[in-house]
């Protein structure tokens, strides 16, 4: 059996911090399994990126270069990414979840009549083969579990491990060549929201979630949807929380109501919608209904600001509940903070 890391590199020539941390957890398995490690690297010139992995114990590391394999394009990734297999031999292959990787992976298992499991969560190793963990059913379930079938290719999420660090030094590389094949796509760019219009951050301490009661009738019988943008936004800034939303919230819009205009359904939280890790998590102006508070399960210590004290938060779902108008206390908050 032998093992490859595959990785390509970014704009600057250097590997992500995602490619590291899948690395890391690969060095780790392929010590457990007794099997030799290889590298495989793309992109225009990945040779400066090998030297900075030299220490990491892998006994070849294969490139693919050129121009054409600079760009995240399926044609000319999926075809790397095969060749590098078939060179190296592999009968594992692990690369990072990224988006890049997840589009090309099952691919790549066709053409080689392999397998491929993405969203891997952890790898284990027994009786010298690899068993990896998953989640199923929007991470209600996770299986353990290993295949027969060769070879076996792996997208693994980030944060498993720490991104590898050790000495760089001169890796020993070679070049496996690759006409680039027909590419029609070609990548004018990226687009992307300025960092601060982004209002999803996976690696935030802390999630703050809010509710469709930011845009309900307050005591005073206003809507105050202006207010509540600012308040909101205002936090945002100054803790530099992840986002994230009730279902009845991101819903509103299509309802034709009055709404948070930064709030789409990526950030909704719950059965239909996603399961952030943070380690704390503050909710406002929202019930805790179970299909939202499902979403909750990895947030470490959950509190909640809700006008009722009856609500699915104070029925045991909230670690701490403030009863009290969220308006009233993020303002307070932002005060505070500012
Ligand atoms: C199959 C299915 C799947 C679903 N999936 C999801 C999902 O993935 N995610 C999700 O979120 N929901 C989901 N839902 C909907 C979920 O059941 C709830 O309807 C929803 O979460 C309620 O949203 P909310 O708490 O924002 O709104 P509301 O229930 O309207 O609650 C608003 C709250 O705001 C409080 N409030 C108002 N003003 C203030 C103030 N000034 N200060 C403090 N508190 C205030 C009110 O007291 C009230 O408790 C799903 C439902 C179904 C049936």
């Excluded at 009290?324 to 505070?336: G, S």
Aim: charge should be neutral.
């Amino acid at each position: 059996m032998s093992t490859l890391f595959l990785a390509h590199t970014e704009a600057d020539g250097t590997l992500a911090k995602s490619a590291l941390e899948a690395l890391a957890a690969t060095v780790q398995l392929a010590g457990a399994l007794g099997t030799p490690l290889s590298v495989g690297l793309i992109g225009e010139a990945p040779g400066a990126a090998a030297d900075t992995i030299a220490g990491c114990g892998a006994s070849r590391f294969l490139t693919i270069s050129g121009a054409a394999f600079a760009q995240g394009r399926y044609a000319t990734d999926a075809a790397a990414a095969e060749a590098l297999c078939r060179a190296a031999a592999a009968t594992l292959v692990t690369v990072a979840a990224t988006s890049r990787w997840n589009r090309v992976l099952p691919g790549v298992a066709h053409r080689l009549g392999g397998r491929a499991d993405t969203h891997v969560t952890g790898l284990d190793a027994a009786n010298g083969q690899p068993i990896i963990s998953r989640w199923f059913y929007r991470q209600r379930m996770e299986a353990v579990f290993s295949r027969s079938t060769r070879p076996w290719l792996l997208a693994l999420e980030g944060g498993m491990v720490p991104a590898w660090q050790g000495a760089a030094g001169t890796a020993t590389v070679e070049a496996v060549a690759l006409t680039p094949p027909l590419a029609r796509t070609q990548v004018v760019g990226f687009e992307a929201p300025a960092a601060d219009q982004q209002t999803i951050r996976p690696d935030a301490e802390l999630l703050f979630v809010t509710g469709a009661g930011w845009t309900k009738k307050q005591a005073d019988g206003q809507v105050k949807v202006a207010a509540a943008e600012e308040l909101i936004l205002d936090f945002l800034r100054l803790s530099r929380a992840s986002l994230g939303s009730t279902k009845s919230l991101v819903d509103l819009g299509g309802e034709g109501q009055d709404i948070l205009p930064f709030l789409s359904h990526l950030n909704q939280v719950g059965q239909t919608g996603s399961t952030p890790r943070h380690a704390k998590g503050l909710a406002t102006c929202c019930h805790g209904e179970e299909p939202h508070t499902v979403g909750w399960r990895f947030i470490g210590e959950r509190r909640a600001i809700s006008l009722d004290s009856n609500c699915g938060w104070a029925r045991g779902k909230a670690d701490v509940l403030y009863v009290a108008d969220a308006f009233a206390v993020m303002a307070k908050v932002n005060e505070l903070l500012a």
